[in-house]
């Protein structure tokens, strides 16, 4: 039996332009996802996927080892349903033998399965840590097979693998990832918000990548602004970091802030992660915030160090 582990991320500075090139501040999550390896017999691939409260989302059979679709069943339609969930897995898995031509090409079977430690739906990871137990199982270039199925900057691959924060510079070659220490004294004022749903990043990025022209200079910022969150010790010099992120972004995108359309009353500052509209949110505060998004309708909210390593 093999067993592979990748941990979930979230992106603290840079969304969007860390696609091209900006420096950019990113850590990876206390949950993750695991890979588990078992051979059997017969020459087929048996794939389980399971949530994190251990219901199977997803089950598929291929053939060996032709990689073969030859069933599938889904708990929902959500995705498209179980035919192109499992048809998207074995694009994958043929991809990964491009890379790797003696992955699954033998007489032997296995039984694989996979396990989120976070709801499916938080956008925390759940392709990037597949992508990353992968490439570690068929002993590939993940950032490579990343390029050949999901596509993105690659930051969140690189969270897979670190179990600190990072900065984080995509190039055409590999990427620079350097650990970093971020221990400010305010942690302790810092939240996680979850807002309910789940962003779908590639609608995302495609809008950045019309409305985006040339970003010189906003890339330019936006690193400065990384290098200004990890010395920053004064909250309220922090939340001034976070509002100047946020209008960056929000000017390059034709977007409110999550601050003007949702939470214009919260007396701390906000942030969006990611690609803007869903998923998680960072906030400056207190011991009152939670009662504050509660209230607002956001059940979701993790202090800072509940949730990154």
Not at 104 to 115: I, M, P, W
Not at 258 to 266: I, R, T
């Amino acid at each position: 039996m093999k067993q592979f582990y990748s941990n979930g991320k979230l992106l603290l500075t840079g969304e969007y332009f860390v696609l091209d090139g900006a420096k950019s501040f990113a850590v990876p999550t206390t949950c993750g996802q695991d890979l588990v390896v078992k051979p059997i017999e017969g020459q087929q691939l048996i794939w389980k996927s399971y949530t994190n409260t251990n219901d199977c989302w997803l089950e598929a059979i291929f053939d060996l080892p032709k990689i073969r679709l030859v069933s599938a069943d889904f708990d929902s339609d959500e995705d498209g349903g179980s035919d192109i969930l499992a048809e998207n897995l074995m694009k994958i898995l043929e991809e990964v033998r491009s890379l790797n031509p003696k992955f699954l090409n033998s007489n032997q079977g296995f039984l694989v399965e996979t396990h989120l430690t976070f709801p499916k739906n938080w956008g925390l990871g759940t392709s990037s840590t597949l992508i990353n137990n992968l490439a570690n199982w068929a002993k590939v270039n993940p950032y490579k097979l990343l390029g050949k199925t999901f596509g993105g900057s690659g930051y969140d691959l690189a969270c897979a693998q670190h179990n600190t924060p990072i900065l984080y510079t995509k190039n055409k070659i590999q990427p620079i990832v350097e650990e970093v220490n971020f221990n400010p004294l305010f942690k302790e004022q810092l939240y996680f918000v979850y807002l309910n749903k789940k962003q779908n990043s590639r609608e995302g990025i495609q809008r950045y990548k019309e409305l985006k022209g040339n970003l010189i200079s906003e890339i330019e910022n936006v690193s400065q602004l990384t290098d200004a969150f990890l010395v920053c010790n004064n909250l309220q010099d922090f939340e001034k970091l976070l509002f100047e992120h946020e209008k960056l972004v929000s000017k390059t995108i034709q977007l409110k802030t999550v601050q003007e359309l949702y939470f214009s009353d919260y007396f701390g500052q906000t942030k969006s992660l990611g690609a803007w509209g869903g998923d998680f949110i960072l906030a400056t505060g207190n011991t009152d915030s939670p009662n504050y998004f509660n209230n607002k309708g956001f059940q979701t909210v993790i202090p800072y160090s509940d949730l990154i390593l």
